[in-house]
């Protein structure tokens, strides 16, 4: 059995013994994150309920509206749309949560609170996406569904949807930005380049809306190579990724035979920082984390990016680690997430 320890929100151990009695029994554990997701030989996921799963009308920012919509009846698709109480056409941020593509749901409270929070402060409207989940849909499944997502978007607005005007109406479509931390700032990345790339027809998927950025927070790559912070830097117990854990999401997120310079996981890695330059990328803000183990890897893609000419605007938190945003666990995080949300209000108004 290979084991692989990660600390996540509030990590309560009761939950993982009232996860292990459960009734059908499952044998033969083949993969595990602990406390957040158990995969046995038969196929069955186990996934413990660690992060509270909140209601759309819960904690959300004052003057915030909030729903969910379906997407896609045929994949189970959802997403969380965020209002917030603004005159006048509002860019539209669609969003992809983390959690190693393995873990995590747009009903997780942590993201109900950041998100409708962002809304308020960045005046954006946010539709967050509940795209589907590893191991029992690989890669590309979640690109397929950030894809679908704003095919969905654009036909609400050219079909005029009544259904949908109460969000549809605040939107400039004109000003999409696709955004996400961790493993959903993988998503809006890799959702990006389709939407670039070269004679590919997704390319005129948008039209007649437009896309103007992307926001990559934290963004979860790997390559077989590790770069300096993913060997020697030190983190803490309730670190929200580890080496080991980062292991874990790839072995169950790749497609089976994949290693870590698959293109999905290591955009630079095979000769893919040339082709870089073939990319219609808009311009892309990444938001890097110092104490992440992810922090080098980051830095590495953004200068692979600007050497390829694309407009690129990093922004740095010093003295927080991965996923500070959600987790609140320094003092310095409230104030390092009021900075983050200040520049992604920035970003999306220039």
């Known amino acids: 059995m290979r084991t692989r320890r990660m600390a996540a929100i509030s990590l309560d151990p009761r939950v993982n013994l009232q996860a292990g009695r459960n009734p059908q029994q499952h044998e033969g554990v083949v993969d595990e994150i602990e406390g957040l997701i158990r995969v046995y030989r038969d196929g069955h996921v186990e996934r413990p309920p660690i992060v509270p799963i ?33 005159s006048g056409k509002l860019p539209l941020l669609v969003y992809f949560h983390g959690g190693g593509f393995c873990v995590g749901s747009a009903s997780w409270s942590c993201y109900n609170e950041f998100l409708s929070s962002l809304a308020s402060k960045a005046n954006c409207v946010i539709i967050s996406v509940n795209y589907r989940l590893a191991p029992e849909n690989r890669l590309p499944a979640a690109y397929e569904d950030g894809l679908t997502t704003l095919t969905w978007v654009k036909q609400q607005a050219i079909n005029g949807s009544s259904e949908h005007k109460w969000w549809l109406k605040l939107c400039n479509l004109s000003s999409i930005y696709l955004a996400g931390d961790s493993a959903g700032a993988n998503i809006a990345y890799n959702v990006a380049t389709r939407l670039g790339s070269s004679g590919s027809s997704e390319s005129t998927i948008l039209r007649p809306l437009s896309l103007k950025g992307t926001i990559l927070v934290q963004p979860f790559f790997g390559g077989e190579a590790l770069t300096w912070s993913e060997k020697y830097s030190n983190q803490p117990p309730n670190s929200a990724l580890t080496l080991p854990a980062s292991d874990a999401y790839w072995r169950l997120s790749l497609p089976l035979g994949a290693n870590r310079d698959h293109p999905w996981c290591n955009p ?83």
Request: glycine content about 6%.
């Open 54 to 86: 909140v209601p759309c009308t819960m904690g959300l920012e004052r003057g915030v509206t909030a729903n969910d919509v379906v997407v896609d009846r045929y994949t189970s698709l959802w997403a969380r749309v965020y209002v917030p109480s603004c």
């Open 268 to 350: 630079l890695a095979n000769g893919a920082a040339a082709r870089l330059r073939d990319l219609r990328l808009p311009i892309i803000m990444v938001c890097v984390s110092e104490m992440d183990i992810l922090k080098d890897r980051n830095l590495e893609f953004c200068s692979a990016l600007i050497s390829a000419g694309k407009r690129v605007e990093t922004v740095m938190h010093n003295g927080v680690g991965h996923a500070f945003q959600l987790l609140h666990n320094s003092q310095l995080s409230q104030p390092r997430t009021r900075d983050m949300m200040s520049r992604i209000k920035a970003f999306i108004k220039e």
